[in-house]
């Protein structure tokens, strides 16, 4: 999916959207074409996608939905804070045309989480953008509906002492992924481009709308989603498990992302741990065998999808609706499975450097 995702890669480094933030394997679509050096915010392909994602997120805030509200405000944080709008001069029911992009991005996000209720994806979309307020109170909505879910914990971040205490009922760590990347396609597929939108964003490739709004919501996602695991890793380390307590705490942790995750950075991350982690050599290699094997599979997926028309947009597209498929890890092997590639490494082989 690269050559197909170059606009966006072209986009996101225009809009400065951190290619560090990327999780494999979505890191592709920012990283594996690299940005044209000659790209900048005025060029084409920023402004196809300053009016194509400023008129969506109008229409989404029409709908007056919460979950329509918060992808509004992502996508009104992400284009230049100081460009009008296509449809600023069409006063909507939930800001004012005289709010600046922040204070219409806030409110937006206000009505979104006032009229949330017990929509899982607007809470997981609120606690991964806006104001760390906002954040905090949507990850605690969410852990109130999935109170075994160890995601809405890490979005709530604080003490990671009591982090640790929480995850101990933890019996997951859902992100939602697929369910976030299904209904964003819908919502952005909503607002057709412009024949001059088309042009920038096909980038001299064929243009399938589905393909482009899957890409798309698949890059958002990986930009924002996500939540910081940094303290998570920064307590888990070796070195800071010295005690009995800590270390059970963060081996139970490991196993949850190592086993239950519905996203490969998720079970990445869990094995890992568990490596780092383990109580025996044995253990180590088991953890550091699973481990090879994501990455075998997150590697493979991403040179069978070169081989295939528009760098596998059309394959992503059609796996992404098959609502049989689950998670991203379900995703990653059917693709491989239709590319004839085991889902293990060959013997011996080890992730290149």
Not at 33 to 58: F, I, K, L, N, Y
Not at 322 to 341: F, H, P, W, Y
């Amino acid at each position: 999916m690269a050559r197909s995702a170059c606009a966006l890669a072209v986009l996101c480094s225009a809009l400065a959207l951190a290619s560090a933030q990327a999780q494999a394997p979505y890191a592709r679509f920012d990283a594996a074409t690299e940005p044209r050096t000659e790209a900048a915010p005025g060029d084409a392909v920023a402004g196809a996608w300053q009016g194509w994602s400023q008129r969506s997120a109008a229409a989404l805030v029409a709908t007056g939905q919460p979950r329509e509200l918060a992808f509004a405000a992502l996508l009104r944080g992400l284009g230049e804070q100081d460009a009008p709008s296509p449809d600023e001069e069409t006063p909507s029911r939930a800001v004012s045309p005289a709010t600046s992009p922040a204070t219409q991005v806030a409110a937006w996000r206000q009505a979104a989480a006032a009229r949330a209720g017990d929509d899982v994806l607007a809470h997981a979309l609120l606690a991964a953008t806006g104001d760390a307020q906002t954040r905090v109170r949507a990850a605690q909505r969410w852990l109130g509906a999935e109170p075994q879910n160890l995601a809405p914990l890490l979005a709530r971040g604080g003490s990671i002492d009591a982090l640790l205490a929480d995850a101990r009922t933890a019996r997951g760590f859902d992100l939602h992924m697929l369910d976030q990347l299904r209904w964003m396609q819908a919502a952005l597929l909503r607002t057709p481009v412009t024949a001059a939108e088309r042009t920038a964003f096909a980038d001299g490739e064929d243009f399938v709308p589905d393909e482009h709004a899957a890409v798309t919501a698949a890059a958002l996602w990986n930009a924002v989603v996500l939540p910081d695991l940094e303290p998570l890793l920064r307590a888990c380390a070796a070195s800071a498990t010295r005690d009995p307590a800590r270390l059970r705490d963060c081996r139970h942790v490991a196993e949850v992302m190592a086993n239950r995750s519905d996203t490969m950075v998720g079970h990445l991350i869990g094995v890992g741990l568990q490596a780092q982690l383990a109580a025996s050599p044995a253990e180590r290699a088991a953890a550091q065998s699973q481990e090879r094997r994501l990455h075998w599979q997150n590697l493979e997926w991403g040179r069978a999808s070169a081989a295939l028309p528009r760098d596998g947009a059309g394959q992503f597209t059609r796996l992404l609706a098959d609502v049989t498929i689950r998670t991203e890890s379900e995703l990653v092997e059917r693709a491989l499975q239709d590319a004839g590639v085991a889902l293990d490494p060959p013997a011996g082989w080890q992730v290149p450097r």
